[in-house]
T-cell receptor, first 113, second 112 residues
């Protein structure tokens, strides 16, 4: 019973490039959450998705950031035209139901040069 | 608005001590509260989930309590070990959402 799988674990991009982060939830979990952890800061909510639907994206910047959770395949967090301030650890979590216990992946650490 | 505060920010103790980590939250209308552990460069490991109807939860040497009326939760670690060294985070949901608000954590070091 694999946990939440995130890849890549580390990603380096130059300013202006695109970053794609993938998350496969735990088996049987249809609720996916993305959080961002900036250096020396706490985790901040970005977006909450259920299969094919965005439920809450109130924590996601309006521009350059998008997320999806297709019917088949992993959830994707996409950052277009990355800037240095996007450098952070991006964590995905999944839950079997709304309001349930969250299980986190190991994170994807994005470095923007 | 939900704000979560954790004290102390850092704690260093000798092995074998019993510890109490504190978490306070401003909006008591929560349906649960969750405690996590984060090792350096790693993800979060769920330790305990307390439902709003519960007052405490136990897992091994860990015990978490929840007092909604006072907006507080405590994580009690019995007989601490060097392997307990990590950052401990508590998180409470924003009212009527699935959005977890995290505290900034307590960084624990247990030395032999």
């Amino acid at each position: 019973n694999a946990g939440v799988m995130q890849n890549p674990r580390h990603l380096v991009r130059r300013r202006g490039q695109e970053a794609r982060l993938r998350c496969s939830p735990m088996k049987g979990h249809s609720h996916v959450y993305w959080y961002r952890q900036l250096p020396e800061e706490g985790l901040k909510f970005m977006v909450y998705l259920q299969k094919e639907n965005i439920i809450d994206e109130s924590g996601m910047p309006k521009e350059r950031f998008s997320a999806e959770f297709p019917k088949e395949g992993p959830s994707i967090l996409r950052i277009q035209q990355v800037v240095r301030g996007d450098s952070a650890a991006y964590f995905c979590a999944s839950s079997p139901n709304s309001g349930g216990e969250l299980f986190f992946g190991e994170g994807s650490r994005l470095t923007v040069l | 608005k939900q704000e979560v505060t954790q004290i102390p920010a850092a704690l260093s103790v000798p092995e074998g001590e019993n510890l109490v980590l504190n978490c306070s939250f401003t909006d008591s209308a929560i349906y649960n509260l969750q405690w996590f552990r984060q090792d350096p460069g790693k993800g979060l490991t769920s330790l305990l989930l307390i439902q709003s109807s519960q007052r405490e939860q136990t897992s091994g040497r860990l015990n978490a309590s929840l007092d909604k009326s006072s907006g507080r939760s405590t994580l009690y670690i019995a007989a601490s070990q060097p392997g307990d060294s990590a950052t401990y985070l508590c998180a409470a949901p924003l009212y009527n959402t699935d959005k977890l608000i995290f505290g900034t954590g307590t960084r624990l070091q247990v030395f032999p």
